[in-house]
């Protein structure tokens, strides 16, 4: 039974409404707190932002997802401090519901100054195209740089979509957006105490997928779309993909494999050849730590040269941001399934959910390649004098020897060579097998995270 607490008039003409039910045309229960804005940009007072705190509270206690739906232009300049404290309770509020509840915002028009940084704090964003988000107006920024700006180009929801990786999802309206919700919501449990939901569909576990043996180009540096061979496998070829304009060189997103909830993390040759830099580790680490939060199981789908090089990349923090991935793959305590499918060098295969860093069962392709490098580089530094008419003969040699899985099998760094066509069926009895896996956590206060 649905239950609804309304907050009329708060903060000079804004009213929050928080309700208890299934979101429209859904059948499981969050708690929704909205935001109402007769203006656009209203400010928002301290009645307002305990109103949303009380939600996230009651989402906590309910151990219900909640979903905010949210428009301001931030604490009323005509109001004390009592304004900037209600938005600090909102912030403690929805950060205590990390990680034990799913969290999704909804942003459908103008949220400025510091009740825009709450999305920082959810699992997930939706941004409509009315969407208006920034810290710093156009005005501070103008002042402090010299560079006027418009605020589309500052805070609107392409720059969201595309640079910042604030939004997760984009719809046209907030009716999209509440559809766009739900889809996400079904891949996930109430609770971090829950199973994500089991939903079996007609699309056969021992289906076999021929079309995979051609996936992948003979040529090493030819391209291909990852997504092809995801929605291959996945039950109806569907694919929820999250976050498909930011750090596009790894895909994320939700897929159903014999009926269990999967999330899957891509390397995607067809933008910058599927290497990893900054965007793309934060992105990954993001999309990991929700599924471990929530028990979904994680395949990991592996086609990369490694790090993307670059004196900019070292000194804003590679190594930092890098090491983001590396520890949310260490600590997630999901199923893990790792599949190699060609490239995997380097520190980026050790980044990539390898069998040294905890992984359950990794699967590889005949096609998959795991080295330290590629074998012209190989050649270049254990043959740098050789002779240029040897140096096809070397390449070919470590081709033979080393870019290949099966020496890495005979290790038991992989635990299966298979045949592309079997892959749906070899993946969903894998997950099948680790649907008991229970690990038991270390106890401590909390992971010291390279932010």
Same mark, same amino acid.
């Given at each position: ?185 079904? #891949?996930?449990?109430?609770? !971090? ?84 830099? $900054? ?47 590396? #520890? ?11 599949? $190699? ?8 295969? $050790? ?10 069962? !990794? ?17 270049? $530094? ?47 009895? !894998? ?21």
């Amino acid at each position: 039974m649905a239950a609804r607490r309304a907050f009329p008039d708060v903060g000079k003409g804004v009213a929050v409404s928080v309700r208890c039910g299934p979101l429209d045309g859904g059948q499981r229960p969050v708690v929704t707190a909205t935001v109402h804005e007769p203006e656009p940009g209203q400010a928002l007072g301290a009645e307002a932002a305990t109103a949303l705190a009380d939600a996230a509270e009651r989402a906590l206690t309910l151990r219900l997802p909640l979903v905010l739906t949210m428009a301001s232009s931030g604490p009323s300049p005509e109001e004390d401090v009592s304004a900037l404290d209600g938005w600090g309770r909102v912030a403690r509020a929805v950060a205590r519901c990390s990680g034990m509840v799913p969290v999704v915002a909804v942003v459908g028009g103008p949220l400025l100054s510091g009740p825009a940084l709450l999305l920082g704090l959810v699992d997930a964003v939706v941004m409509t195209s009315a969407a208006l988000v920034y810290v710093s107006g156009p005005a501070a920024v103008a002042q402090v740089t010299g560079v006027p700006v418009q605020p589309e180009q500052l805070g609107g929801y392409r720059v969201h979509s595309a640079r910042s990786g604030v939004a997760t999802l984009v719809a046209a309206d907030l009716a999209g957006a509440t559809e766009l919700v739900a889809q996400l919501l079904s #891949f996930l449990p109430l609770h !971090c105490d829950q199973l994500p939901p089991f939903l079996l569909s007609g699309d056969p576990a021992s289906r076999p997928t021929p079309e995979l043996r051609d996936a992948v180009p003979t040529r090493a540096s030819g391209s291909y779309d990852v997504r092809t061979l995801v929605t291959s496998v996945a039950d109806d070829g569907r694919l929820f993909e999250l976050r498909t304009g930011w750090a596009p060189q790894l895909v994320t997103g939700f897929v159903r494999l014999g009926g269990y909830s999967v999330g899957v993390l891509a390397n995607q040759p067809q933008s910058m050849s599927g290497t990893l830099d $900054i965007a793309a580790s934060q992105k990954g680490a993001s999309f990991v730590g929700l599924c471990d939060a929530f028990n979904v199981p994680l395949l990991t789908i592996v086609d990369t040269s490694g790090f993307m090089p670059g004196r900019d990349l070292e000194w804003r923090g590679i190594i930092r941001h890098g090491a983001e991935l590396v #520890f949310a793959y260490a600590e997630a305590t999901v199923p893990r399934v790792s599949l $190699i499918v060609r490239k995997a060098y380097g520190g980026a295969y $050790i980044v990539m959910d390898s069998k040294g860093m905890g992984n359950d069962i !990794c699967i590889a392709w005949p096609s998959a390649e795991l080295a330290v490098m590629g074998a012209e580089g190989a050649v270049s $530094i254990v043959h740098r004098r050789a002779a240029p008419e040897d140096r096809a003969r070397l390449v070919e040699d470590y081709e033979r020897t080393f870019l290949n899985p099966y020496v890495a099998a005979e290790r038991g760094y992989v635990d299966m060579v298979i045949d592309p066509a079997e892959t749906r069926k070899v993946l969903i009895g !894998c997950f099948r097998a680790l649907s008991t896996k229970r690990e038991r956590l270390v106890s401590r206060k909390h992971g010291n995270s390279p932010l």
